[in-house]
């Protein structure tokens, strides 16, 4: 046996054990030292299955069967050993049997050159084990992450090297369709191409969009829960007014006691009435047991009346929640401002919001309900709004209520608009 045929040998082991290894790492590793260690001990077993094939059928119809003696049980010990879907296993065996291209190309290019065989299987033999640990710190991650992204970019990242693995066995192992220069055949692999990177680049830019949008839904809802906190700081702040005003009540009981020592009893009653106004400005009045829930529905129903709209709160909540006072905040302000902006612009007589909220079977039910006029619009079970800055609202209440793994409804029915939020209570 020459050199040049011992470096093949060696080589066919060589390249066998980096496609063994490369896809099993492109389909998502190993979860513990038994699955890797099983990877190393089918080497030298389909090493010691395709000897015999060689030395009695030739190396011909030995890589014919490669398929067969390699690749089909790889496959099935990736489902079946490794846990791997289907889909993954099938993609990865056979994105690593084109990943087995780049140091075969290698050994062309050097032969070619050099114009000597041996400096191609050198070559071949120097370059696997690079190309093998740069595809596994740059490429394995990215690969696997595309697949199982979901089932469409399992499919896109699987066409072209389940389609090159097909195109290469049938045009060059088990014909010379590709060799003989058959015009059709030499043109399928390029225009496979080219629809793979159209068809990519519409995916890519269908995935930045959804991205783009799940980040401008993050951020603003990230600036709805930092304005909940002002709001929230602003009632309390509020709340501590009154507290003022009671801790001075003495200052003004004396001022009135001065009016009245003076024989100014009309003086006396126009500031009695001054300081109820402003005690009865800044009171929230009391709704349930929860501080925050009385804050903003006082808050509320004095816009309400404000505008002529008819607010009513039956509100039955604890004192604590097992919710942060942002997202609550969030939830029932966003709820409440829509509703109040959809009745604005009614019929007196129709100008109502009606807000439940309560605990119900180890549940928070938020409902808020309010008539409205024009046809609603439905998007993916949210009301599309076309108004500049309107919207963010519903995104935001449907944020808060998947992050607790909650149900959140609109539903227009009947001339009535109801908004109802359910989550789990947890201790």
Not at 14 to 32: C, M, N, P, Q, T
Not at 230 to 255: G, K, P, W
Request: charge should be neutral; charged fraction near 15%.
């Amino acid at each position: 046996m020459t050199l040049l045929d011992m470096l093949g040998v060696l080589n066919y082991g060589l390249v066998l054990i980096y496609g063994l290894f490369l896809s099993a790492h492109i389909a998502g590793g190993f979860a513990d030292r038994t699955q890797k260690r099983l990877i190393i001990i089918l080497c030298p077993l389909f090493l010691l299955i395709q000897t015999p094939c060689w030395l009695i059928l030739g190396e011909s119809a030995t890589k014919q069967l490669y398929p067969l003696i390699v690749h089909l049980p790889l496959i099935l010990i990736l489902i079946i050993v490794l846990k791997k879907p289907v889909g993954i296993a099938l993609v990865s065996v056979c994105t690593a049997y084109l990943c087995c291209q780049l140091p075969r190309w290698v050994d062309l290019t050097v032969s070619a050159i050099t114009r000597s065989p041996l400096a191609g299987e050198i070559g071949y033999v120097l370059v696997i084990l690079p190309f093998f640990l740069l595809l596994r710190r740059y490429f394995v991650r990215p690969a696997y992450s595309a697949m199982t992204v979901s089932t469409p970019s399992l499919l896109l990242f699987g066409s072209l090297p389940v389609a090159y693995y097909f195109f290469d066995y049938a045009t060059v192992v088990y014909s010379d369709a590709l060799s003989v220069g058959i015009h059709a055949v030499n043109e399928f692999l390029p225009t496979a191409l080219i629809i793979f990177y159209v068809i990519f680049l519409a995916a890519y830019f269908k995935q930045m969009q959804i991205k783009a949008d799940a980040e401008l839904h993050s951020s603003m809802l990230v600036a709805e829960l930092k304005q909940a906190e002002l709001e929230v700081e602003s009632l309390r702040n509020m709340e501590m007014q009154v507290a003022v005003y009671q801790h001075d009540m003495r200052h003004h009981m004396t001022a009135i006691s001065g009016f009245l020592a003076a024989n100014q009893p009309e003086q006396a009653q126009a500031y009695i009435k001054k300081v109820q106004g402003d005690v009865d400005a800044i009171t929230p009045k009391h709704f349930c047991e929860n501080e925050l829930v009385n804050l903003l529905c006082s808050s509320f129903t004095k816009k309400a009346d404000a505008s002529g709209i008819r607010l009513t709160v039956d509100a039955k909540l604890p004192k604590s929640l097992p919710l942060p006072d942002t997202e609550l905040c969030s939830l029932l302000s966003n709820g409440l401002e829509n509703a109040l902006h959809a009745v604005a612009s009614l019929e007196k007589s129709a100008q109502w919001v009606d807000l439940y909220c309560g605990i119900r079977v180890n549940k928070l039910l938020i409902e808020i309900k309010n008539p409205y006029s024009d046809r609603i619009i439905m998007q993916d079970g949210l009301p599309v709004s076309h108004q500049k800055g309107h919207g963010y609202g519903c995104r935001s209440i449907r944020s808060i209520a998947e992050h607790h793994q909650g149900l959140c409804s609109y539903e227009p029915q009947d001339g009535v608009f109801t908004l109802r939020v359910i989550l789990p209570i947890r201790k």
